[in-house]
């Protein structure tokens, strides 16, 4: 089995900040590219920012300058630095993990989910 607990979501004021984390766990053979997701109400799923296994970044426009993806390979575990949060950021957070099980089975996994609030 394998999966993806993510924490550190909440209630936050307009200017503030927030760290997500996302641990993937279970029969892991590799670790893959790992990303952050978002999904407003009323919304499509959109793409926050994505880190690949070498640590190449990449960003929404709308995120750029604000938010920091990073991660640690030794714990297979991806973060998520949200600084100047805004209203707008206000969704519900999804990791996401390309993942090599230990049958090298290559697939993508998402997380439950943890909720953001920017609100005052």
């Known amino acids: 089995q394998v999966q993806l607990v993510e924490s550190g979501g909440g209630l936050v004021q307009p200017g503030g900040s927030l760290r997500l984390s996302c641990a993937a766990s279970?029969?892991?053979?590799?670790?893959?590219?790992m990303g952050w997701y978002r999904q407003a109400p009323g919304k499509t799923r959109e793409l926050v920012a994505l880190?690949?296994?070498?640590?190449?970044?990449n960003y929404a426009d709308s995120v750029k300058g604000r938010f920091t993806i990073s991660r640690d390979n030794a714990k297979n575990t991806v973060y998520l630095q949200m600084s100047s949060l805004k209203p707008e950021d206000t969704a519900v957070y999804y990791c996401?993990?390309?993942?090599?099980?230990?049958?090298?089975?290559?697939?993508?996994?998402w997380g439950q989910g943890t909720q953001v609030t920017v609100s005052s």
């Open positions: 996401n993990a390309e993942l090599v099980n230990s049958d090298y089975f290559k697939r993508p996994y």
């Open positions: 279970g029969r892991i053979f590799r670790v893959n590219a």
């Open positions: 880190i690949t296994s070498d640590g190449t970044t």
